[in-house]
T-cell receptor, first 113, second 112 residues
Framework: KAGVTQTPRYLIKTRGQQVTLSCSPI?????VSWYQQTPGQGLQFLFE???????NKGNFPGRFSGRQFSNSRSEMNVSTLELGDSALYLC????????????FGSGTRLTVV | SQELEQSPQSLIVQEGKNLTINCTSS?????LYWYKQKYGEGLIFLMM?????EEKSHEKITAKLDEKKQQSSLHITASQPSHAGIYLC????????????FGTGTRLQVTL
């Protein structure tokens, strides 16, 4: 079966712009989580969605937001980009929150210049 | 201090040798997830442990959870070049598995 698909794979944006990243979970998975990975801070939790509802949120500023659609696909948005937002953004899905472990996508590498 | 400490930070082993990676949480562990990551790529799920004393194996990789000590270990037997990568442990400290806290990772190199 198809894995977790994240688009785009690479993205270059300018400071001040906004960006939208997309994640298509494994078919049947209803939970989608987002993580930010940087060399300095490692993997940090952004938010988790289940059946279109945000269940949990990490310690990120309000510029980071997300949503989940009825087909479980999810998007995250970062507004007013800063250089420090450059990172690998990873999406993970599971049938239910954490049930059976999370399957991660290959990530979107965002570079802010 | 880190909520989730992994040790060692890096490891170089000769092919065929055994190795162990440790993961210690400063908070109560309700679940512990082990992942492997190739540089700049997504995480590959290895194992999930939820009960104290639980031990799981997959091929040559075994993971154990010591709930009382709030730590887990990942043991690789007879290492192979294909085992090289970054190993990450992720902890569920809330009991909901909704938010995982990850360690800083252990970089493993396997030499011929």
């Amino acid at each position: 079966k198809a894995g977790v698909t994240q688009t785009p794979r690479y993205l270059i944006k300018t400071r001040g712009q906004q960006v939208t990243l997309s994640c298509s979970p494994i078919s049947g998975h209803r939970s989608v989580s987002w993580y930010q990975q940087t060399p300095g801070q490692g993997l940090q939790f952004l938010f988790e969605y289940f059946s279109e509802t945000q269940r949990n949120k990490g310690n990120f500023p309000g510029r980071f937001s997300g949503r989940q659609f009825s087909n479980s696909r999810s998007e995250m948005n970062v507004s007013t980009l800063e250089l420090g937002d450059s990172a690998l953004y990873l999406c993970a899905s599971s049938w239910d929150t954490g049930f059976g472990g999370y399957t991660f996508g290959s990530g979107t590498r965002l570079t802010v210049v | 201090s880190q909520e989730l400490e992994q040790s060692p930070q890096s490891l170089i082993v000769q092919e065929g040798k055994n190795l162990t990676i440790n993961c210690t949480s400063s908070k109560t562990l309700y679940g512990l997830y082990w992942y492997k990551q190739k540089y700049g790529e997504g995480l590959i799920f290895l194992m999930m442990l939820q009960k104290g004393g639980e031990e799981k194996s997959h091929e040559k990789i075994t993971a154990k959870l010591d709930e009382k000590k709030q730590q887990s270990s990942l043991h690789i037997t007879a290492s192979q070049p294909s085992h090289a990568g970054i190993y990450l442990c992720g902890a569920d400290n809330t009991g909901t598995a909704s938010k995982l806290t990850f360690g800083t990772g252990t970089r493993l190199q396997v030499t011929l």
